[in-house]
């Protein structure tokens, strides 16, 4: 198994296919790629947390009105930023408005990291022919091949293999994998927001409903009157 690891061809194949999406695609793109791919190893978007923390912030409201209760942050950025604005407003009519705007930018994350990572697995077999070209070339031609110069030629044919492998390798097993990963996670995530989105709208429109049928109830602090004093 010693033959099919390869250092020389490891570089011209993996090295070369990062430098070339790279001057295709452009520094901002590899590293937005590179953030998204280390974000697949972290914990995805847990839907069943966000609406036990919405609930609260519903719960909260609903006890003690718009004017009373605060905002609740539970370390999410999109959330706690929409806490922020159903407090300070005192509606959920700006909540989808403002959850656009998040969409928007994850989704432009996403598509730029699949774009740079389709880009490689691309590139990745043309590199893989690169390096086979140059271990063909580097092999001495002409005249009887035998000793040190058969040894060489055995060689050159080795890498030439093993680089148009690694390149295949690199294009179907790592590079078009992480794509499609990257793109089945942004999906789930963007449902399982809405779906949170959704509930927390619902939970807000119930307490509006009620107050306007109870109109005063919950957003004005009882007001305590003194007992009379015994004659």
């Not at 590179?34 to 972290?42: D, G, I, M, N």
């Not at 656009?100 to 697995?121: E, G, P, Q, T, W």
Request: hydrophobic share 45%.
């Amino acid at each position: 198994m010693q033959h099919w690891f390869d250092p020389i061809a490891i570089g011209i194949v993996f090295l070369g296919t990062l430098a070339a999406t790279v001057l295709r695609c452009g520094l901002v793109d590899a590293r937005l790629a590179l953030a998204t791919v280390r974000s697949l190893v972290r914990p995805a978007f847990d839907p069943v947390q966000a609406r036990a923390e919405v609930a609260k912030q519903i719960t909260e409201i609903a006890s003690d009105g718009f004017l009373r209760a605060e905002p609740r942050h539970f370390g999410d950025q999109e959330f706690d930023r929409l806490a922020d604005i159903l407090i300070s407003q005192r509606s959920a009519a700006s909540l989808h408005d403002e959850h656009s705007k998040y969409r928007s930018r994850r989704a432009d994350i996403a598509s730029r990291a699949v774009r740079f990572l389709d880009c490689a697995a691309e590139l990745a077999p043309v590199m893989g022919l690169a390096g086979t070209l140059i271990a063909l070339g580097s092999s001495r031609g002409g005249g009887a091949v035998t000793g040190a110069a058969a040894g060489g030629l055995v060689e050159s044919i080795a890498m030439a293999v093993v680089t148009t492998l690694y390149g295949l390798l690199a294009a179907n097993f790592l590079f078009a994998p992480l794509s499609n990963a990257v793109q089945r996670r942004a999906r789930a995530e963007e449902r399982d927001r809405d779906a949170v989105l959704d509930w927390l709208e619902n939970g807000v429109r119930g307490i509006d409903g009620k107050a306007a049928a109870h109109p005063g109830e919950g957003d004005a602090s009882p007001v305590k009157t003194p007992k009379a004093k015994a004659a």
